[in-house]
């Protein structure tokens, strides 16, 4: 029987809640754990990652899929950015030390005691989320394996300097969701956060670290982030594969809402057959 834990909240450690979801197959046995990291601008529920969380607890894992206390995404409004003040204030160490929230909850939580093999403890992130769980890897001895989906390779070269001058005379940036045209802030911080930080958030210097089998998946036309992040990462780290999807975008062609019965595009199918592939060997 497949069951789900939905929209559960645990504390994160700067006053907002993270919210998360589990599904698996409730059977007693112990079984291998997925944690998902979502990307910037994104959430647990965007798109697919429903449906691609029970096919993962068809296969055996216990998935698992969160918001990031500061996306801008509430307890009462987990797939709307309704709070924007939130979303300005983010920052990486935030998001690292959201997932490392959830791993915790994860390895210790009643629920799912007899149901997760806490030795196999495996993370997946896409775009931004795909460089908080190289950082986490890196860091965590409980990560057995790692796998991202369009990950950025640094977060240090995002902006021009030209941005960045404007940043600090500003006090923030503005980023344009494009699926819903809402204008959001990125405030300064977020900049002073990976500068004051940097032994902890530097994805190359990660990479570097990584000693647990690690698969790199990168579509060759992704518009968001470059095909060359992906040959970056694979060539940082000497326990890495690189898949490329060729001529696939950002979101390997999935898109939000997901309509079922169009089902996935093929190089979805690709992502999360290649995936459930590497985790299982």
Not at 16 to 25: E, T
Not at 215 to 226: C, K, N, P, R
Request: proline share 2%.
């Amino acid at each position: 029987m497949i069951a789900k834990i939905e929209n559960h909240v645990i504390d994160g450690l700067r006053s907002k809640p993270i919210v998360i979801d589990v599904v698996f197959k409730q059977d007693g046995k112990p079984k291998q754990v997925v944690i998902f990291s979502h990307g910037f601008k994104g959430f647990k529920d965007w798109g697919h990652f429903n449906k691609t969380a029970e096919l993962f607890a068809e296969q055996g894992f216990v998935f698992v899929k969160f918001n990031f206390s500061h996306g801008g995404h509430t307890v009462a409004s987990p797939e709307e950015c309704t709070d924007v003040e939130a979303f300005g204030n983010n920052n990486f160490t935030i998001e690292m030390d959201d997932l490392g929230c959830v791993i915790d909850w994860v390895t210790s939580v009643e629920e799912l005691k007899g149901e997760i093999d806490k030795k196999n403890i495996n993370l997946v992130g896409h775009s931004r989320g795909g460089g908080i769980t190289i950082l986490k890897a890196a860091e965590d001895t409980r990560i057995k394996k790692l796998v991202t989906w369009a990950a950025v390779c640094d977060f240090g070269d995002r902006y021009t300097d030209e941005q960045v001058a404007h940043w600090k005379q500003e006090g923030k940036l503005d980023v344009v969701n494009g699926r819903t045209g809402q204008v959001l802030p990125l405030y300064y911080q977020l900049y002073e956060n990976y500068h004051t930080n940097i032994e902890r958030l530097s994805i190359p210097d990660a990479a570097n670290k990584i000693d647990v089998p690690f698969l790199i998946i990168h579509g060759t036309a992704d518009e968001a982030v470059a095909f060359e992040d992906a040959i970056n990462l694979n060539n940082w780290c000497a326990t890495s594969q690189l898949i490329e999807v060729d001529s696939s975008g950002h979101t390997f062609e999935g898109k939000h809402p997901f309509e079922e019965k169009e089902g996935y595009s093929e190089n979805l199918e690709i992502i999360i057959n290649e995936t459930i592939k590497f985790l299982q060997n």
